[in-house]
């Protein structure tokens, strides 16, 4: 079961950096994000969304990928391979583009957007939705951060611990378990 994480960042280009972070962190493998979105809110309070996953992208990917490969095994029918190949891939190319870009993969937007309504202007938050992670080794990677946890799924000890990491403080009670 994945964990969500909401944290707040008085900048525009904290989340940012805390997002660039974290993928290093997935790189070392101590880390597993299943969804992480950018939420930065503009001077004038407008809401901008930087997904971290671009669905279009990789839908176009796999259609163009599984319509060749049908394409190609159609135009093997026909006796025209490569035509099929060519066909298959760009009808392929457009379906797959087409269903990328209408999924809702991860935390729903309709989610990041009111609450990215409620953060202040000329500040960030950054939506995480987290499958494992290495509790004691992220936190430390993040002490001191100055971000506030705006919403979060972890039980009340996680997300005190949290908390205090990112405002560089001990939590008041040692808790037991994990981030």
């Known amino acids: 079961m994945s964990d969500l994480i909401v944290v707040g960042f008085d900048s525009t280009e904290e989340a940012d950096k805390v997002l660039l972070k974290l993928n290093t962190l997935k790189k070392e493998y101590l880390i597993d994000l299943e969804d992480a979105v950018v939420v930065v809110r503009d001077e004038t309070g407008k809401v901008h969304l930087k997904q971290s996953m671009n669905l279009t992208a990789i839908g176009a990917t796999s259609g163009l990928l599984s319509g060749s490969l049908w394409g190609g095994l159609v135009g093997l029918l026909f006796l025209n391979p490569l035509a099929g190949f060519a066909i ?10 087409l269903s990328g870009s209408l999924a ?3 935390i729903d937007d309709d989610f990041i957007k009111s609450l990215g309504e409620t953060i202040p202007n000329n500040s960030s938050a ?10 004691e080794k992220v936190l430390a990677e993040f002490s001191g951060l100055r971000g506030k946890v705006l919403k979060t799924s972890l039980s009340p000890d996680q997300e005190a611990k949290l908390q205090a990491a990112l405002s560089g403080t001990q939590p008041a009670s040692p808790a037991a378990g994990s981030f």
Not at 88 to 97: E, K, N, P
Not at 126 to 135: D, E, S
Request: proline letters at 4%.
């Open 104 to 106: 809702d993969y991860g």
């Open 126 to 135: 950054l939506f995480v939705l987290v499958r494992k992670v290495q509790p």
């Open 88 to 97: 298959g891939g760009a009808i392929g190319a457009g379906t797959g583009a």
